[in-house]
Structures are given as C-alpha cells and as structure tokens.
C-alpha cells in the first residue's frame, strides 16, 4: 500500500491480516469501531469505511444492531444463463434446484423506470411478483418480475402465482393467450443489496451482488415482462452461453 493511501485502506489492510491471522475466528463479532479506531489512532468513521471494504470483499459481514462478524467462506455455485435452458438453471452438479418462496401483487402502479422497461407510462398498472429461491433452507438468489396488465387483466394468466399456468415461465404463459415471446434482452451490473434486497437475501446492506435486468420481447417488439434478477457475488458465479452463427 501507498503511504499517500486514504487512511481506511491502511486500516482495511491491518484488519484484513488480523482475520487472516486466525485472531478472530469464523463468526466471532469484531471490536466496536470506537474499540478499534482508539486502539489503531483514528476515528470510527474511519474504522467503518475499512470495515464496508471488508465486508466488499467478503471477509465480514454486518448484522444490524449486532455488529459485524468474521464471515465464512462458502463455495460458490455455478449459474449457467443460457438461449436453451431455463432462466433460472443451476449447475445441478454442484447445488441442487432451488425451491422458490412467492408472493405476487396486482395493481400496482408501474414507477418511472419500470415504464421506462415495459414502455408504457408511469402509473400504469402493472401485476409485481416476487421470487426468493431457497436451497437448503437459504435464500441464494432473489428475482422481482413486472409485468403489464394492460396485456394480461382479464386473462388466465393476469396472476402469474394462480391458476393452471402458475409453474410455467414467462415464454409459455404469453404464449397461451397467444403472445409470442421472440427476444429477451439482459442486463448485469454490480450493485450492492441495499435495504430490501439485503433482508431478503440476509446479507449486510453493504453486500457485494450482480444486478441482471431481464426484459423480454414479443414479435411485435413489446416488452411483455421484465424482471430484476439478484445474485450474491459470494454464492454465485453467473457463466453466459451463447450461440455463435
């Protein structure tokens, strides 16, 4: 490290040798950042900044009004994201299927960006359904899909959660008040968990995640539904398979 380096990363360094050094052990709660700012020389500000880089990397995580704690190091899991296999396909060698938890809300008025994505206005209804994939009890990936009701109210599929279609994806629910889905177009980003995200992934705020934005298309080019799909950077690693020709 530089001399001229930012003091949290001086800090960020010695922390990092600590845990590594064994001093504190897989879920033993650090210090309090007044603790360890007086013990290093510096303020708890300070002491905080190194500690989000940490928990960045994975090394820590934090547990509001708790603390923050020596994180474990679990393997991470292949996600195959593909023009042939299901959108949510796992390496089935490596982490069994997932067993999603759903809830689903009609009526909900689509906000800016949303419209934006389903190219319609904003505060147009929309039907909104969450999906929390469970694998051994432990939610490892969270999906938030939209989709426009002016295509689907009224029809068996206005509630993606009920009826006949209920387990179907997206592509053969359309297709069964005959929409053809002809395209799906993502987006991944880095992105950190955030509050919501954070809850319902049981991570820290601060949590390291990839953001894939998913919008689908039919033959005429609407965008029937579009969906936020996010990954913990610790459990996953997202591989894409594409055709080539």
Known sequence: MRTNDPPYLRIADQLRQRVTDGEWEVGERLPSRATLGKELGVGPNVVQRA???????GLLHGVA??????????????????????????DLRSVPPGTPTVDST??????????????????????????????????????????????TRGTPIAFPTLGPLRHKSVVERMAAIGITVERAVERPRPALAGREYSVRLGTSASEPVTLIER???????????????????SRWEIYYELPVG
């Open 65 to 90: 009004g708790s603390g923050t704690f020596v994180k474990a190091r679990s393997p991470r899991h292949r996600m195959l994201r593909s023009h042939h296999t299901p959108p949510l396909y796992t």
């Open 215 to 233: 919008t689908y298309y039919d033959v005429e080019g609407r965008a029937v539904e579009t969906a936020d799909f996010v990954v913990p950077d």
């Open 106 to 151: 009609s009526d909900v008025k689509a906000s800016e960006e949303i419209a934006a994505r389903l190219g319609i206005d904003p505060g147009d209804l929309i039907t909104r359904t969450s999906y929390d994939y469970l694998i051994d009890g432990k939610t490892m990936q969270v999906i938030t899909s939209w989709e426009p009701q002016y295509l």
């Open 51 to 57: 500690m989000e880089l940490l928990i960045s990397e």
